[in-house]
């Protein structure tokens, strides 16, 4: 009998992952200089504890799903049933889509301007919030990035775009 690979094994594999990248992220910036460590240290942490608790929850859900019990309220479950009409294939390429638009964006139009396009997409489009729900969402991720990038003097990665016209206008 042959293994078979769900949405919801896909779902734990990948935040097991992430969760480790994160871990993996956190113990590398201990060996950074003092001032160089805070943020990496900060989001590793955060990251693999949010990620600790996803598996947990992932693994709770599964088990109980199992006994029969339901540990998903009805909205979500309404949602889940709303969101089965889309094909999981489609979803997973929508969302990779997303992803890497936003790591091309930050290399064309830099670390801020592409965050703020990509909250902005994913909450409107992908999440199907509404507008002003998204423009308050990427209203206060330009509000915390401006935060860290003040308190950490972080130098974020900067856009090429600039650097291919500089000088030809």
Do not use: N
């Amino acid at each position: 009998m042959r293994a078979r690979l769900t949405l919801g094994s896909l779902e734990f594999l990948f935040t097991l992952f992430l969760t480790v990248c994160m871990a993996g992220m956190a113990a590398e910036a201990v060996g950074f200089s003092v001032r160089a460590r805070y943020f990496p240290l900060t989001m590793g942490v955060i990251g693999t504890l949010a990620g600790l608790l996803s598996l947990v929850l992932q693994v709770r859900r599964h088990f109980e799903h199992h006994r029969g019990a339901s540990v998903i309220e009805p909205a979500a479950e309404a949602a889940a049933a709303e969101e089965s009409d889309t094909p999981p294939m489609e979803r997973v390429a929508s969302s990779t889509a997303l992803l890497l638009g936003f790591l091309i964006g930050v290399a064309i139009f830099g670390m801020q301007a592409a965050a703020l396009i990509f909250v902005f997409g994913t909450q409107y489009f992908l999440a199907k919030v509404g507008f002003l729900k998204s423009l308050l969402a990427t209203g206060i991720c330009l509000a915390v990035l401006l935060l860290l990038g003040h308190v950490t003097s972080i130098r974020w990665p900067e856009a090429l775009l600039p650097a291919l016209f500089k000088g030809r206008f």
